[in-house]
């Protein structure tokens, strides 16, 4: 693409991003391009509702507690740097990095992905999963019509809970 | 006399209204006058009829021996015999011929029908056996019957018969249910082995049978290359059936399930093609190269032609619904006479129909599918599945009916060889072409879909209509004929029901892991729902250039011109209304009866409250039992998911209703827990997708809008609000239950803005698809 480095030079904060994430200038130049089509209103950053107008992403059963988990609480809009950095955790693991204990842990590491997992079932918040959130993402995914489940719906989550 | 010339004429002026017989009534018109015996001559005039049939092309080829008729003829002989001087009118008169045809054609399809519903009470069998083996089966005692006494089935495959009225059903169906983005993105690997692999697999057996037909052991050397050619042609096509049901069971990956369904579809052309070139050839003394050059060349212009034909055809048919707002009951029937229409014609310049009905019905579908109504779109799809459904019935059957009542001629050289090269040929074929295809594709295909390919190239009944079509010039016809009718059963038969336990097999040697525990499946399937969703907001573009910009190509002027100026706020609450409506009719549907006995999110939780007080021990099998059923209870990945189409019913997504109702029910819920104002709805505590009230419900839409869905949802509100509290999560259900509120769909709207939300995505996106497909 000829408009490569225009197009590098209106997104600001480059250079940081690609260091922080890790992704390279191509990567961040799809996503800029990415992020604009779903900002269809050209504000410079999304709101839930941009979020909830990709289609594919309605039939996903955790789609609300994904598209929680691009904003931070209190926000309600994400901007391109936020987007890049929530993305960022789904790199894959740099198996060659260099352990250096002074600089922070990349976005993608091990720790981090643990971590964004585990905001996805904690709603609340308060850095521990309860029970209940336990069971109502669990809930999320069990087919509602199956007959069958119904009759062990009590003994399962009695199960189910015991283990973890 | 008079009066019985009266009589003569008018039966004469019923029977003239056939066309059949018109023809013989002008012969015979004069010889009636003088006869004395009008009931008679009416009956011979039947027979007539029936010895017409049998010698042309009818449609239906009537092609009932005169067996059949004498008892009518005797009892007509006994009722005439009285003398012309009386004049009593017998009470009640048996016409048979008259309805012959459409008579045996019902009884034939209402048998074939009995026996597909029988099948279905045992379930068991179905799960064993793939219908069409019991189809064959069940033909095939019905045949034994008929020989024994001594009756020749209707001709049911002449070659006009199958390729003008059952074939166009079938292809239609499997085009219709298609699904598209899999597809298209498979393209290229489906025209690969459909196009590639069928010549393959054709080359090769004729060229191995030729070879074995110069050993003068088996006593065939009179079998030329061409007709082995032509045989082969017709042997290596492969036919979807059986083998999708089964993969469906087995949970096979999308990619294998399409990759087989578009082979299916696109080999039915690419063989015709082939079978008439080698055809051509085969009856001609000598070959010329430069004709078999230009047959090559005339195999692409076939397809492309065939192509054309279909996209013109899609384009009219969905230009014509647009104005067909006011006629909507006319519309389902647009669809098929476009469809059959475009398959005739691209039959009459010889071109391939069956590419042209399959672009014709991918085309249309998409367009038409908004245009139309609701009740429309009901109609089409359940008509098409019908008509494909009857179709495939009937041609099994009849396979079995004609193999008891042909005459055979066996070979047990030639077609023991014959069933050897075509597994054979297919399984190099499917290894040589999938090694050149993998890498170009992003998921390569492993040795276990491979022998998935291999095993499940099931042949069916476009084979059987093809042999049947042979010319008579060709001396070893009915070997064949025989051939293929063994081929057809060996692989139905084995094949058909051997391949079920010998996937299961493969499948569970493969994932050799140890059973984990119920939290891991959770878990894991959190991740993988978790990384599916990402990869959609991501979107994965750089695949789709052609299609984004086809897309805006097709949003800027084609849907400009095809589509209906749909009013946005009609359609969006008549979508809604449809979703509310849905959900209540399946809720009635599942549950017949106890509408209380719907599952819903709130009787889930307090379970977990209830069942905390109990804790007990389980055993590990009941842990395993449980664990089957939770992990196949659960939704199912987007990649995995291959609910797209079971062959023998409609598309099932209660998957995406299920998801989408429940997050309509949560929002109410947290709605609900808000105020009792409309606009205070806005402010939820969770960030679930609410349309801030004030702000881009504006922008999106004019103000009149607005106000109307205002109204809604402060309606809704105040419904709930009037209900205290105690609301069950089913939307509907509620409401059903209690009498006070009477069923107003809107009444019962929950999160309107939420849904308003998705419904206008819906209507921006890329495929603004109704729910039911995809």
Not at chain 1, 16 to 32: D, K, N
Not at chain 1, 47 to 58: N, S, V, Y
Not at chain 2, 370 to 397: A, D, P, W, Y
Request: hydrophobic content about 40%; aromatic content about 10%.
């Amino acid at each position: 693409m000829g408009s490569t480095s225009s197009t590098l030079l209106k997104i600001p904060n480059v250079e940081e991003l690609v260091q922080e994430t890790g992704f390279s200038p191509a990567h961040i130049i799809r996503l800029y391009d990415r992020f604009k089509v779903l900002d269809k209103e050209g504000r410079g950053h999304l709101c839930p509702q941009d979020f909830g107008a990709i289609k594919e992403l309605a039939m996903n059963p955790i789609r609300d507690r994904i598209i929680s988990a691009f904003f931070s609480p209190g926000k309600e809009t994400v901007d391109f740097n936020t987007f890049v950095r929530i993305l960022a955790h789904f790199r894959p693991v740099d198996k060659d990095r260099p352990k250096d204990p002074n600089s922070p842990e990349p976005i993608n590491s091990r720790s981090n992905k643990l971590k964004f997992a585990f905001q996805l079932y904690d709603q609340d918040k308060d850095g521990k999963i309860s029970r209940d959130e336990l069971l109502k993402v669990s809930s999320f995914f069990i087919l509602l019509s199956s007959h069958k489940l119904n009759m062990t719906d009590s003994r399962l989550i009695d199960r189910f809970s015991g283990t973890c | 006399m008079s009066h019985r010339l009266g009589e003569n004429m008018i039966i004469h002026a019923l029977l003239s209204s056939l066309d059949l017989t018109s023809f013989h009534l002008a012969e015979e018109n004069s010889a009636s006058l003088k006869n004395e015996q009008p009931i008679r001559h009416c009956l011979s005039h039947g027979t007539q009829l029936n010895e017409y049939g049998a010698n042309g092309n009818v449609a239906y080829g009537l092609n009932t021996s005169p067996s059949k008729l004498p008892p009518w003829k005797t009892m007509g002989e006994t009722d005439a015999d009285p003398d012309p001087g009386k004049t009593t009118q017998t009470m009640f008169t048996l016409n048979y011929p008259r309805i012959q045809i459409p008579f045996e054609i019902t009884l034939w399809v209402l048998l074939a029908s009995f026996a597909k519903i029988g099948f279905h009470v045992y379930h068991k069998i179905t799960v064993w056996v793939p219908e069409s083996c019991l189809l064959i089966s069940i033909g095939l005692i019905v045949g034994g019957i008929m020989h024994s006494v001594n009756e020749d089935p209707p001709a049911v495959l002449t070659s006009s018969a199958f390729f003008l009225y059952m074939l166009p059903p079938i292809v239609l169906d499997s085009s219709y249910f298609m699904p598209t983005r899999p597809f298209f993105e498979n393209f290229g690997t489906v025209l690969w082995f459909a196009v590639v692999g069928t010549l393959w697999n054709s080359i090769g057996i004729g060229i191995s049978l030729f070879a074995i037909c110069q050993i003068e052991a088996f006593g065939v050397q009179d079998i030329n290359l061409q007709e082995n050619l032509l045989f082969a042609s017709i042997i290596s096509t492969v036919e979807p059936v059986a083998v999708l049901t089964v993969f469906e069971d087995i949970s096979i990956h999308e990619q294998l399930y399409i990759v087989v369904f578009g082979e299916c579809l696109f080999n039915d052309a690419v063989t015709v093609v082939l079978y008439n070139l080698f055809n051509h050839v085969a009856v001609m003394p000598e070959v010329e190269a430069g004709e078999v050059f230009l047959d090559i060349g005339s195999f692409f212009v076939v397809g492309l032609g065939g192509v054309f034909f279909g996209l013109l055809f899609g384009f009219v048919a969905a230009f014509t619904t647009r104005f067909t707002g006011k006629v909507r009951e006319i519309e389902p029937l647009i669809i098929f006479l476009y469809s059959y229409l475009a398959y005739l014609l691209a039959e009459l310049f010889a071109i391939s129909s069956i590419m042209a009905i399959v672009t014709c019905a991918l085309t249309m579908k998409y367009y038409v599918e908004e245009n139309v109504s609701q009740h429309s779109c009901t109609t089409i799809r359940h008509v098409i599945k019908m008509l494909g459904s009857v179709s495939e019935t009937l041609i099994f059957f009849f396979l079995g009916v004609v193999t008891i009542t042909t005459e055979h001629e066996w070979n047990w050289g030639y077609i023991l060889f014959t069933l050897l090269f075509a597994l054979l040929w297919r399984g190099l074929g499917i290894l040589v072409l999938t090694q050149i295809i993998n890498p170009f594709r992003t998921i390569p295909f492993n040795f276990k879909d491979q022998f998935g390919l291999t095993y499940g190239g099931l042949r069916g009944a476009v084979s059987f209509a093809l042999a049947f079509t042979l010319p008579e010039s060709i001396g070893h016809k009915k070997l064949f004929i025989t051939g293929t009718i063994v081929v057809i059963i060996f692989t139905v038969f084995i094949q058909g029901i051997t391949i079920r336990p010998l996937l299961k097999l493969m499948n569970v040697r493969k994932t050799n892991r140890k059973q984990e525990t119920i939290s891991v499946e959770i878990h894991k399937r959190l991740m993988e729902h978790t990384v599916a969703g990402i990869e959609d907001l991501c979107g994965q573009w750089s695949h789709y250039y052609w299609k984004d910009k086809f897309m805006k190509f097709n949003n800027q002027i084609i849907r400009k011109i095809l589509i209906r100026d749909t009013r946005p706020e009609s359609s969006i609450v008549a979508l809604y209304k449809k979703l509310e409506l849905q959900n209540a009719m399946e809720i009635l549907d599942t549950m017949s009866g106890d509408i209380s006995a719907a599952p819903s999110l709130i009787s889930l939780h307090e379970e977990i409250k209830n069942a905390s007080k109990s804790r007990k021990k389980f055993l590990s099998s009941d842990v395993t039992s449980m664990h089957e059923l939770l992990s196949k209870n659960m939704y199912k990945i987007r990649q995995r998911t291959v609910s797209y189409t079971n062959k023998h019913s409609l598309p099932n997504d209660i998957t995406a209703r299920e998801i989408l109702m429940r997050r309509h029910t949560s929002l109410r819920r947290s709605l609900r827990a808000g105020s009792f104002h409309g606009t205070n709805a806005a402010k939820m505590s969770q960030k679930f997708l609410s349309l801030p009230m004030g702000q881009s419900l504006n922008s999106g839409f004019p103000p009149r809008r607005f106000g109307h869905t205002e109204t809604i949802v402060t309606k809704t509100v105040r419904v709930e609000s009037s209900n205290h509290g105690r609301l069950p999560t089913h939307g509907l259900a509620l409401f059903l239950r209690k009498e006070r509120c009477s069923f107003n769909p809107r009444c019962s709207s929950s999160a309107v803005a939420e849904v308003l939300h998705e419904l206008d995505a819906w209507g921006d996106g890329d495929e603004p698809e109704r729910m039911e497909s995809e």
